[in-house]
């Protein structure tokens, strides 16, 4: 029987080996690093077909909707009939700042509030806080336009 004996590999061979290990090492990585980029966009793409294309305002706002409307089927009629909103009324000229109170009725407390612009002035709260007494509702409102007027109206959530 013939019995092969294996030689050591020359050191030709050895740098030769390294020299292609660290070529495919290389090309490896440069690989990764190109798909890695890809790979979050197309999560990214994933992401906004889920959401239907919508922003992170949009999505935010339908969910809050939501919540609201889960809310109000959960509570009972009862309930219901013992909250209420109150408005007010508001007009600001260009540049002009003012603290507008919605109350609530005879007994009842504010449990939060905000305001509407409908106008196209850019309109700002600088606070957004219940009475002294809990009674109503404060927006200090600033109209940032400089040259709209705005007008609209602020709104207390308000519980008997």
Known sequence: MNSRRFTRPS???????IALFV?????AG???TAAVPLAARALVADNAKKVNGLTAAQVAKAGATAAVGAVAQALPTAALSLVSTQTASFSLN???EQAVT???GSGAKALGGGFSNPTTALVITAGSTPTSDGSGWTEDLINLSTSTA???TVVATCVK
């Open 11 to 17: 050191g030709a061979l050895l740098v030769a080996m």
């Open 23 to 27: 070529a495919l090492g290389g090309t």
């Open 150 to 152: 705005a007008s609209g």
């Open 102 to 104: 919605a109350s609530c």
């Open 30 to 32: 440069a690989v990764v």
């Open 94 to 96: 260009p540049g002009a």
